[in-house]
């Protein structure tokens, strides 16, 4: 029994189709359709069945799905095991936030690039949200606040922001001194998120509501510094604006808790060391160093 062959059927269980599967492979889907017919001839069974919508595994699928996973987990554990010292090889698919991932995450992962001269990396770069499993990823770097998933994280360095608005904005409509004050302001969001703030211990959550959409943090910081209403945003975006007076700080009093930044990585019993080893490479970058005592 061919260890790609179990990949690929494992990799089109998990995303449901031949098409999402070839794209986290790699391959074209008619290799994922020969890999899966050889398979399904040698144990005289099948595993899925093909619907307009993608690929169901059977009945016998389902059960045979979770001992080919297991296998092909030990077999990567293995090749990680006599491998040389440091030396990666494949491809990891990684998402990265749009808004200051090309320039705070991308000279890490060209870093990781040079380490490791043989493995190929792919980054996708979107301020959308990645299904990490359905589109083939091995990874993403997340900011923010974590949601409830299935998925695992590990925080790798501190995000901090603020509430921020343009001076003229704040001479038109004044500057909100309280929560119940901030959800009367128009306020630029993504999308329907909601705002955390903190009073001592205490983190209060407001919804705020506002006209002005977009999805990526560049294009919020230039209608914040338009007049167009108050935005939460990392400082790393506004920095510039904030030291040229064109943005100034608001709701100081209640400052947002501190956010911080993820690899997100699907379930599984071992995670792939190429993951680990930017895991690694992103706590070395992003985390503070200690100060001296």
């Avoid at 059960?63 to 297991?70: G, I, L, Q, V």
């Avoid at 209060?204 to 509501?209: D, E, L």
């Avoid at 007076?245 to 060391?273: D, E, N, S």
Wanted: glycine share 8%; proline share 8%; charged share 20%.
């Amino acid at each position: 029994m061919d260890i790609e062959e179990l990949q690929t059927f494992v990799e089109v269980a998990d995303a449901g189709g031949v098409s999402p599967a070839a794209l986290r492979l790699g391959v074209s889907k008619s290799i994922v359709s020969r890999r899966l017919f050889r398979l399904e001839a040698e144990l005289g069974v099948q595993l899925l069945a093909r619907t307009t919508r993608g690929a169901a595994l059977t009945e016998a699928g389902a059960t045979f799905r979770d001992y080919a996973a297991r296998v092909c987990a030990e077999i990567d554990v293995a090749r990680e095991t006599i491998l040389p010292a440091g030396d990666l090889r494949g491809r990891l698919r990684v998402a990265v936030p749009l808004s200051f991932g090309q320039t705070h995450f991308a000279p890490i992962l060209a870093e990781m690039a040079r380490r490791h001269p043989q493995l190929q990396i792919h980054t996708c770069y979107s301020d959308r949200f990645v299904d990490l499993i359905t589109e083939g990823y091995d990874c993403a770097i997340r900011v923010g606040y974590l949601q409830d998933s299935n998925l695992i994280a590990r925080r790798v360095g501190p995000i901090h922001g603020k509430f921020v608005a343009s001076p003229d904005y704040i001479k038109a409509n004044g500057s909100p001194e309280t929560p119940e004050e901030l959800v009367a302001h128009e306020a630029l969001m993504q999308g329907t998120e909601s705002w955390q703030l903190m009073y001592g211990d205490k983190i209060i959550t407001v919804r705020p509501q506002g006209r002005f959409k977009a999805d990526n943090g560049p294009a919020l910081v230039a209608a914040a510094a338009a007049g167009l209403g108050i935005a939460y945003l990392p400082d790393c975006l506004t920095h510039e604006y904030v030291a040229s007076g064109a943005l100034v700080p608001v709701m100081t009093r209640y400052p947002p808790p501190p956010a911080g930044a993820y690899v997100i990585r699907p379930p599984g019993q071992h995670p792939a060391r190429k993951i680990r080893v930017l895991t690694e490479l992103l706590i070395e970058y992003c985390e503070p160093a200690p100060h001296p005592a």
